[in-house]
């Protein structure tokens, strides 16, 4: 039963435009919600996280958006690197004091050059 | 500062044997965590460890494997007798506090012939 669900699997974007990746999650209880960037054969490196207090957060070319009544968020990457072709996994927590992050299955984002 | 330490990068063990993965977290870092990948999933949590602690081992399978973190040197997961299903990408990954962001390592690659 994924309680974290990526729904696409790969996503393709020409150099410059607007990366979008969506994630819905089923546990009413997450309140703590990350992205990973992972490069095959490397671990998971962290990009941004948000807070359920919070709608949206903001880091250089990345932006966190989370609705809470639908149970979706999105990251939204402009402009769109070649570099940032990688999957993509979003992941979720009951709470920050806890450690069991729940990942979804994760979506390959190839950027067009 | 070195990230979060992996060995081996790679092991093949034939069923039945035992597997031994080595995790050396950042420094400054008292928390462990350990994930797996099976192919073209999304990480799974096993299991959560503080020095000479587990927290939570809530992902953790019943039998054959174990986690420990002592209190000096590396976080070591053990699977014994191991069968083709443990083949996976097994990730640890550290922080500094439980609400603190989990620093990945590059991960250990297993393969049971």
């Known amino acids: 039963d994924q309680q974290v669900k990526q729904n696409s699997p790969s996503l393709s974007v020409q150099e410059g435009r607007i990366s979008i990746l969506n994630c819905d999650y089923t546990n009413s209880m997450f309140d703590y919600f990350l992205w990973y960037k992972k490069y095959p054969a490397e671990g998971p490196t962290f990009l941004i996280s948000i807070s359920s207090i919070k709608d949206k957060n903001e880091d250089g070319r990345f932006t966190v958006f989370l609705n809470k009544s639908a149970k979706h968020l999105s990251l939204h990457i402009v402009p769109s690197q070649p570099g940032d072709s990688a999957v993509y996994f979003c992941a979720a927590s009951m709470s920050r004091s806890q450690g069991n992050l729940i990942f979804g299955k994760g979506t390959k984002l190839s950027v067009k050059p | 500062n070195a990230g979060v330490m992996q060995n081996p990068r790679h092991l093949v063990r034939r069923r039945g044997q035992e597997a031994r993965l080595r995790c050396s977290p950042m420094k400054g870092h008292s928390h462990v965590y350990w994930y797996r990948q099976l192919p073209e999933e999304g990480l799974k949590f096993m299991v959560y460890?503080?020095?000479?602690?587990?927290?939570?081992e809530s992902g953790m399978p019943k039998e054959r494997f174990s986690a420990e973190f002592p209190k000096e040197g590396p976080s070591i997961l053990r699977i014994q007798q191991v069968v083709r299903g443990d083949s996976a990408a097994y990730f640890c990954?550290?922080?500094?506090?439980?609400?603190?962001?989990?620093?990945f390592g590059p991960g250990t690659r297993l393969l049971v012939l």
């Open positions: 990954a550290s922080s500094r506090g439980v609400e603190e962001t989990q620093y």
């Open positions: 460890l503080q020095k000479e602690n587990i927290i939570d």
